[in-house]
């Protein structure tokens, strides 16, 4: 049964899939260490280091809503392909910067080019699979994501990411090859490649997209309430990162900080299946509920914790916060967005990585400030910081659960009539 669902993805969608594999396998060996070389290697100080780290995450969040909107106007095909070969030239922009401002410049980059590729592949996903089939390749699209960061960190470390930029350079070379894998797929696939911009259906000017989208409120409140979640699970890769170099109190920080996100990798393959199906008896926005409350308990155990163990506990009861979070995401904006409109509404979706830009700051600023008095004086304010999601995602639940009955008495009170017009 599941080679049958395999067999009936389009080819398109597993290459985009299996290059995410690769595109986050190396990523994974170089970006996660980068706020460790800033701080450790280069000597720039927490604050500075969070607000390089910061710039990729507010470039995407800048530009987020017009890659997804470009996407819907002009295709996938052209979006993608500019932006993964724009992508390695970036990669290769970090393996050559040795000054500040470069590394600024470069992560600005960087996350420009991710906030309009992700949204356009998302996008091409969405109308390359029926929609029996979306939830199994929207879940192997997270599933390849972790496949890379298994391997990616530990790579990285056998590469020297902490105290090199070579990393950035294979980083580089790979997009290419991902770009001209794109580039003869979508030549062997023009029906797709072309759908939206052969499309008869009139796309929607930027103002008009605009208004759709913010005028949504179950689409606005779960954007809101994912800004906290996406800023609480920000704090894992940069903030952490930095305290893990930075604290008195452990030995080797860099090498404790690889194995807990290739841990956080394997867990994610490992509970991911058993926290799908447990994630949807619900509707899409309840595991967004619970995995904040385990991200926020997590968060706590960070701040309280002082060897290895304890650590890897924390990550675990992360990961499993990440997948509730993140599992069901794509599938609640597809069902969600207006069906000519999907690149749009994937796009906006972005703005929340407002919480990817707060979290380094923030967590630069407590770091700067309290990290001496103890992990818990940082990562318990945190914490705090991420539950003021909640408010917003229970009122998202109760607007969509309000919504779906709706819709559902509608289709119930639609039936007589269709069966009254068929025999008359």
């Not at 067999?7 to 290459?15: D, K, M, Q, S």
Request: aromatic share 12%; hydrophobic share 55%.
């Amino acid at each position: 049964m599941i080679a049958k669902h395999l067999t009936a993805i389009h080819p398109l969608a597993w290459t985009v899939i299996i290059g995410t594999v690769f595109g986050r396998l190396v990523t994974s060996m170089s970006i996660p260490f980068l706020a460790i070389y800033l701080t450790s290697t280069l000597g720039i100080a927490a604050t500075e280091t969070g607000l390089i780290i910061a710039a990729s995450s507010l470039a995407g969040v800048a530009v987020s809503f017009y890659g997804g909107y470009i996407s819907d106007r002009i295709g996938r095909k052209k979006v993608m392909l500019f932006s993964a070969f724009f992508w390695a030239l970036v990669f290769f922009g970090f393996a050559a910067a040795d000054q500040i401002w470069m590394f600024f410049v470069v992560n600005v980059l960087n996350g420009i080019c991710r906030a309009v590729f992700e949204p356009a592949s998302r996008a091409l996903l969405s109308e390359t699979t029926p929609p029996e089939h979306k939830l199994l390749v929207f879940n192997l699209r997270y599933a390849a994501i972790n496949i890379g960061v298994v391997f990616g960190p530990i790579i990285g470390l056998q590469l020297g990411s902490a105290q090199s930029t070579f990393p950035f350079v294979i980083a580089g070379f790979v997009y290419i090859v991902y770009g001209i894998v794109l580039v003869v797929q979508f030549a062997a696939h023009r029906d797709v490649a072309n759908v939206h911009i052969s499309s008869d259906v009139v796309k929607p000017r930027l103002g008009e997209a605009l208004r759709v989208t913010t005028s949504d409120r179950i689409f606005l409140f779960v954007l809101i309430g994912t800004i906290f979640c996406v800023l609480g699970y920000g704090h894992f890769s940069s903030t952490l990162a930095q305290y893990l170099s930075l604290t008195p109190d452990l030995q080797n920080g860099s090498t404790i900080f690889s194995y807990m996100l290739a841990a956080n990798a394997a867990i994610v393959l490992i509970v991911q299946y058993p926290v799908v199906r447990f994630a949807r008896r619900f509707r899409p926005i309840v595991p967004l509920i619970m995995g904040n409350l385990l991200v926020v308990l997590s968060l706590i155990i960070f701040g309280f914790s002082h060897n290895l163990f304890s650590f890897l506990i924390g990550v675990f009861v992360f990961t499993v916060g990440e997948v509730l979070m993140f599992t069901m995401m794509d599938i609640l904006i597809d069902h969600i967005a207006h069906p000519d409109w999907k690149g749009t509404y994937f796009g906006t979706i972005g703005f929340n990585n407002i919480g990817n830009v707060l979290a380094p700051i923030t967590g630069g600023l407590l770091l700067d400030h309290y990290a001496a008095q103890g992990g818990w004086m940082v990562f318990v304010p945190l914490a705090l910081l991420t539950a003021v999601g909640l408010p917003f995602l229970f009122a998202a639940h109760r607007r969509l659960t309000i919504r779906d009955q709706h819709q559902t008495e509608q289709q119930q009170n639609s039936l007589p009539d269709k069966s009254s017009a068929a025999r008359a």
